[in-house]
């Protein structure tokens, strides 16, 4: 009987387990919040930024950032059409408008071009998200920014280990979060992380993470504003500092993974996440889009995968396309791009033989 291939998993090992314990048995009282603040400073090290919060989900920390720049009813907020829900809830949250755009072909990423056409005077911000590891145009969209006078906010919750002509993804915009889902690169099962060089932001988003209480507040149990409770816990961030002190590993292994299938697919006719010059792909999620000169039906590949054990995954679903939001038949790229497109299974310890049978099935269905 074959063994299962899982689309991903996390790496644990016994490091992860000793911290975990650790915290869990002496992580109270006066070092109830130890390992968060190590997993704190540790992350902004990482990243190269003045401030990390961690939080419990990518959706709280951006929740809580578009809160902080005051973002609400008759505001709207520049995102791509190709994107996780997860991206632009905290947007509707706030009473806020998505607007939905088209995407480039080569990045899967927001289109500046498009971005600039969409702005508004409705328009607060730019969300760009770093779709599975690949990169958004931030010189262009910084510009963009720049020159409207709009925030620019990267949500690179799936682009751990990305990195643009020397600056890793979610360390340019106003703000920056991520994920440590199970599936993500680093995990600490479920939780998230806020980012910012701004001081003014750091503090009232600090605020707003600890139910509106500030940390100049003398009053015991004195709230400042309506906040969030979206904080992390000690336990989760154990996990999460001994997942940092093996990142470089981790994107390592994941880069290994991807570069595995590209040599055993790049005979076929279909591209992968792409890595221009100037730019390190930490390649979260390696995908597959068949070329449109190719006759490829997604359902019986998916399908293929599930009778050899192999779980697969569909790219994301246009958001214009679901019944909340309003349609945008403009967007022809995202509305074609997602029929032809496949995420592979990704994890540290996927094996050679693991991506062999995978890229046999993938060949079997695109070439027949």
Not at 13 to 25: I, K, M, P, S
Not at 176 to 183: C, E, I, L, W
Not at 200 to 205: C, N, R, S, T, W
Not at 293 to 298: A, C, E, G, P
Request: net charge negative; hydrophobic share 40%.
């Amino acid at each position: 009987m074959m063994s299962r291939i899982h689309y991903t998993k996390p790496s644990i090992t016994d490091l992860e387990v000793r911290y975990a314990t650790d915290a869990a048995a002496n992580g109270w009282g006066e070092r109830c919040y130890e390992y968060i603040g190590r997993f704190e400073r540790a992350f902004a090290a990482h990243l190269g930024v003045k401030h990390a919060i961690a939080t419990s989900s990518c959706t709280g920390a951006l929740h809580m950032g578009l809160a902080a720049l005051d973002i609400g009813p008759g505001d709207e907020v520049i995102c791509a059409d190709i994107n996780w829900i997860a991206s632009v809830a905290p947007v509707k949250y706030l009473g806020a408008t998505p607007v939905l755009v088209d995407i480039c072909a080569d990045s899967w990423c927001l289109d500046p071009k498009r971005v600039e056409a969409a702005i508004t005077a409705k328009t607060k911000a730019i969300l760009a998200v770093h779709i599975y590891g690949n990169l958004c145009d931030m010189d262009a969209l910084r510009d963009i920014g720049r020159r409207h006078g709009i925030p620019i906010i990267e949500d690179a919750a799936e682009a751990i280990g990305s990195v643009w002509h020397g600056r890793r993804a979610g360390s340019m915009g106003l703000f920056g979060t991520f994920s440590f889902h199970g599936t993500k690169t680093i995990t600490t099962g479920e939780g998230g992380m806020f980012v910012t060089d701004d001081d003014a932001l750091y503090e009232k988003v600090t605020t707003l993470s600890n139910h509106g209480r500030s940390r100049t507040q003398t009053r015991q149990f004195w709230p400042d504003m309506i906040g969030f409770k979206y904080k992390m816990s000690n336990i989760q961030a154990a996990i999460g500092v001994a997942q940092m002190e093996r990142i470089d590993e981790l994107i390592a292994e994941k880069r290994r993974v991807f570069l595995e299938y590209k040599s055993r697919l790049s005979h076929l006719p279909l591209t992968m996440n792409p890595e221009p010059d100037g730019r390190r792909n930490g390649y979260w999620m390696p995908t597959i889009v068949v070329d449109k000169s190719v006759q490829f039906d997604r359902a019986a590949l998916l399908a293929e995968f599930k009778n050899s054990e192999i779980d697969g995954r569909v790219f994301f679903w246009p958001l214009s396309t679901l019944p909340f939001f309003d349609s945008q038949t403009g967007n022809a790229i995202a509305h074609d791009l997602h029929e032809r497109a496949v995420n592979l299974p990704s994890y540290h310890d996927l094996q050679t033989s693991d991506i062999q049978r995978i890229s046999e099935v993938i060949e079997r269905s695109v070439v027949g």
